[in-house]
């Protein structure tokens, strides 16, 4: 079964310490993943794309196959990063369906 | 410049009331889905569309009906509401039938059935 799991409902780190949000999958193909953000009062936005290997607003995520994971990363986190984060896969088929984890929130204090 | 619309935001509903939960996109995007979120529940798939006259159910289809008659609308429809359908729905549209463009969403819609 195609799965995505976030073990974490909360992480609260302080402003400047290292971040990281733990995702894993369950897919048996070559998946497709990626990490969406959804500010307070603000719609859910594409954050990262693994396919990409792009780093944007200083998050990073690297695929590790052998582990079936996707953690987000980022070295000094800020107070603006505090936000809720969802971990997605492309399911199989054509038809681009998204299998959303259950979503961490990342509470940043100064 | 619009992207997903979708209305309206907030809606309060009596059990056994009917609504329309409106998406319309602009970005010609043939790929179209509807998804709750309940809290510490992530986003669950409703219904989705992969064109015109193309729907077809998602994991939590159950109490929803949805209908694409055009490219740029795919309106939800609850029938007979239930407080189980309290939840905040999303409407995203996709560019890519594999998904690697990944999501544009709309703003949501806060539905409370009482």
């Known amino acids: 079964a195609q799965r995505v799991t976030q073990p974490e409902k909360l992480l609260s780190v302080f402003k400047g310490a290292p971040v990281e949000l733990k995702c894993n999958y369950s897919?048996?193909?070559?998946?497709?993943l990626f990490w969406y953000v959804q500010y307070s009062r603000q719609r859910l936005q594409l954050l990262l794309r693994?396919?990409s290997r792009e780093s944007i607003k200083g998050f990073t995520a690297d695929l590790n196959k052998g582990e079936t994971s996707f953690h987000l990363k980022k070295p000094f986190a800020q107070e603006e990063d505090s936000a809720m984060y969802y971990c997605?896969?492309?399911?199989?088929?054509?038809?681009?369906?998204?299998?959303f984890g259950q979503g961490t929130t990342l509470q940043v204090k100064p | 410049n619009a992207g997903v619309t979708q209305t309206p935001k907030f809606r309060i509903l009596k059990i056994g009331q009917s609504m329309t939960l409106q998406c319309t996109q602009d970005?010609?995007?043939?790929?179209m889905y509807w998804y709750r979120q309940d809290p510490g529940m992530g986003l669950k798939l409703i219904y989705y569309?992969?064109?015109?006259?193309?729907?077809d159910k998602g994991e939590v289809p159950n109490g929803y009906n949805v209908s694409r008659s055009t490219t740029e609308d795919f309106p939800l429809r609850l029938e007979l509401a239930a407080p189980s359908q309290t939840s905040v729905y999303f409407c995203?549209?996709?560019?890519?039938?594999?998904?690697?463009?990944?999501?544009?969403f709309g703003s949501g819609t806060r539905l409370t059935v009482v």
């Open positions: 569309s992969v064109g015109a006259g193309i729907t």
């Open positions: 693994h396919i």
């Open positions: 970005m010609n995007h043939n790929y």
């Open positions: 997605a896969l492309s399911g199989s088929g054509n038809t681009g369906k998204l299998i």
């Open positions: 995203a549209s996709s560019y890519s039938k594999q998904g690697g463009y990944g999501y544009t």
């Open positions: 897919y048996s193909g070559s998946p497709e």
